[in-house]
């Protein structure tokens, strides 16, 4: 724990300093710069070659920057081919007064529209051993160059700088042109829906002034984007360019042809779900219950049938499911036609009575899509037994084992059985078999397994505290709910003992109201929250000097979404994992020394590198950035957003790694 303090002025002022170093090695590290590095041509980035001065060049072109990061702030346009000596300049001298670095780069990424010859990256900021003002010879050849910043968020800053033949010949020579067609093909070539034509040329003499193309006999038009083309039929584009100096290149053409494509099958599948047993006189199946489920589609065919029961992770059908646990059951069920389409998930209620049995009391709550023993994926999909316990409950695989014959001999014996049971077939038995052996449970270093932080129960629940807005309550089924009635930020926190490294495991479940979804975080390796010297405020303590492992699946709003390391590392929708609201979702986060993965029901969604330097995006005046973040140990916290983002937990574990 950090145990500084100070005043808020000397903290703010040690902060920015601490900052800006911080940034500047980052992004050094980031661009593989370690000094201002060497220009084509003659001399290196700061004007010397090995010692000796550089050879002072018949032109100079300056380029400056300041606070911003949309542009330039003073850019050449044009130039002449042959030596120049380039000055970029980012000073307090031309307007930088927070230390933002810039770097000058010539893009050497696309010769066919750019010139690539010059090799020049410079990274200048007023706090570096020049004061932010380098300089460079180069060799300029005719053409156009295209220069830009490469600090993440300042792509805005670019241009291109247009060199012309300076005299000693007329440039008779027209420009070389060519074009590049793409689109999805069928199978006698023609375009389905449409083609896009991108248009190229290049000048070696005075350079591209402009490109021409008519289509399908029209009046020719200055080229400036891809072409596309949409309409039935077979098409002729025409293209042609100019140079500088007036030649106009010999028309060249490209013929294709465009087809509609087929009619789109939009329409999803209709799943019917029918529960069937033998029922007491309240209705309640005796024993057990089984679900038949139907789809059917009329368009490009079922390609799949899932259920989801009690809220777990949807699974294959591929047979009536039997649910044999005593009390009341939801099942979702929904179809995936060969189109893509996805139904709208169905539900079917029911309820099973105790038929002189005892319901099973499952070792572990794990709902993953596959079993998963240690780290190791099986690919077996976690199928509900017999018994209502999933595979991956009856594996144990978090539990503290004496040795490694022990848990392998564990292991074989369940995979016997459900084999028996006709659970799993002889490939998944092995796989369950494999897995065990290569998970290393029992082994020195693996047999401690995980601590229970809150089982459901009041008393974990009573070892938790929370600061700030809004509030956590006991919800019934094992599970803690976030409050619809007290708003505000706020957090749940574990003050019991902090964590170095480990493997946190939870369950979330979203339960925002309507069609919203919830937005919330777990929160690792934050500091104390009362004794934090940075922050008056306990919750605000975890949000600025711990990170926020982030849970949303909205697709509007904040651009963080669950995966996310908040701040620093963006996980986009498409990479989430997104499951539907209602349904339980296991998340695991593991920390080692200073990198963080975090998994989504055992699929892994991010990786993250802890390093000092990286500053928090968007930006927010009194955030430490991961400078902030460092510390090897912390307490973990369940964030409260507001009453319209409802979140529930449950069955939260800890292992130390």
Known sequence: MNGTRGTAASRRLSRSRGLLTALVVTLLAALGLTAPPAAYGQGSANGTDGGRPATAADQTLTWTAGNDIDRYLTAPAEAVAGPATIVFENSEATGNTTGMPHTLTFDTSDPSRYNADVDLNILANPAD??????????????????????????????????????????????????????GQQDSDGAYIGGATVALSATDPGSGVEKI?????????????????????GEHRLVYRAVDRAGNVSAEKAVEFTVVAPPEEDTTAPETSAEVSGERDAEGAYLGSATVTITA?????????????????????????????????????????????NTSAAKTVDFTVAEEDTTEPDCPETDNRRTVIIGTVDTGVPNRVTGDGCTVNELIEDERAWDGENDFLRHVAAVADRLREEGVVDEREHGLLTRAARESAIGTPGHTGGYRTLFDGSAESFADWEH??????????????????????LGMLWYPDRQFGDFSLKLQFRDDAPDSGRANSGVFVRFPDPHWHPGESRPEWVAIKYGHENQILDRADGDMYKTGSVYGFDKVNLDGAGVEEKGVWNDYEIRVVDQRYWIFRNGVLLNVFDNDPGLVFNPPRGDDPG??????????????????SDVISFRNIRIQEL
């Not at 006999?217 to 891809?226: I, K």
């Not at 059908?317 to 646990?325: F, K, L, S």
């Open 212 to 232: 021409e193309y008519a289509l399908d006999g029209g009046e020719f038009a200055e080229y400036a984007a891809p072409v596309a083309v949409d309409a039935v």
């Open 129 to 182: 051993d020049n004061g932010g003002r380098h300089t460079a010879e180069v060799t300029l050849t005719p053409g156009t160059y295209r220069y830009y910043c490469t600090i993440p968020g300042h792509g805005a800053m670019q241009g291109t700088l247009v060199v012309t033949d300076p005299g000693g010949g007329e440039d008779t020579t027209a420009p070389e042109t060519s074009h590049e067609i793409s």
């Open 467 to 488: 600061v700030g807005g809004g509030a956590f309550g006991l919800t019934g089924g094992g599970a803690m709910t976030s409050s619809t009635t007290r708003g505000g």
């Open 626 to 643: 991961t400078a902030g973040r460092q510390y090897a140990d912390g307490f973990i916290g369940l964030q409260t957003h507001g009453t």
């Open 296 to 340: 059917t589609d009329a368009e490009s065919g079922v390609e799949r049938v899932q259920y989801s029961l009690n809220g777990g992770p949807y699974l294959a059908y591929t047979a009536p499911v039997t649910v044999a646990r005593a009390g009341p059951h939801l099942l979702r069920h929904r179809a995936t036609d060969k189109a893509g």
